[in-house]
């Protein structure tokens, strides 16, 4: 299994950005994706995750702002961002969890930078 995380970039407080996360391999039974990011610094930290099930969950932070969401058929995990804030700045990484006992596996990150 991969990921791939792509699309972050630079943006202005205020303004949304849609960062996304391709896995490729062969994927049997349940599983989580999910989005952390660290900020210059700090510890990484959880922001959002969605079960193959379709139950998602969002950090306090993100509530409200962000979204998370998949395309099967593309295998791929969106986390939607909206209302940007500079403390929002970070690299975004994904992650995927599968198997008993469970696996998890580790995309490259993506940086997200907002300015003010």
């Known amino acids: 299994v991969q990921l791939q995380a792509s699309g972050g970039g630079l943006v202005q407080a205020g303004e949304s950005l849609r960062v996304s996360c391709t896995v490729s391999?062969?994927?049997?039974?349940?599983?989580?994706m999910g989005w952390y990011r660290q900020a210059p610094g700090k510890q990484r930290e959880f922001v959002a995750r969605?079960?193959?099930?379709?139950?998602?969950y969002l950090e306090d932070f993100a509530e409200g702002r962000f979204t998370i969401s998949r395309d099967n058929a593309k295998n791929t995990m969106y986390l939607q961002m909206n209302s940007l804030k500079p403390e929002d700045t970070a690299v975004y990484y994904c992650n995927f969890i599968v198997g008993s006992p469970p696996n998890t596996y580790w995309g490259q990150g993506t940086q997200v930078t907002v300015s003010s």
């Open positions: 391999g062969t994927i049997f039974g349940a599983y989580y």
């Open positions: 969605l079960h193959s099930a379709g139950n998602k």
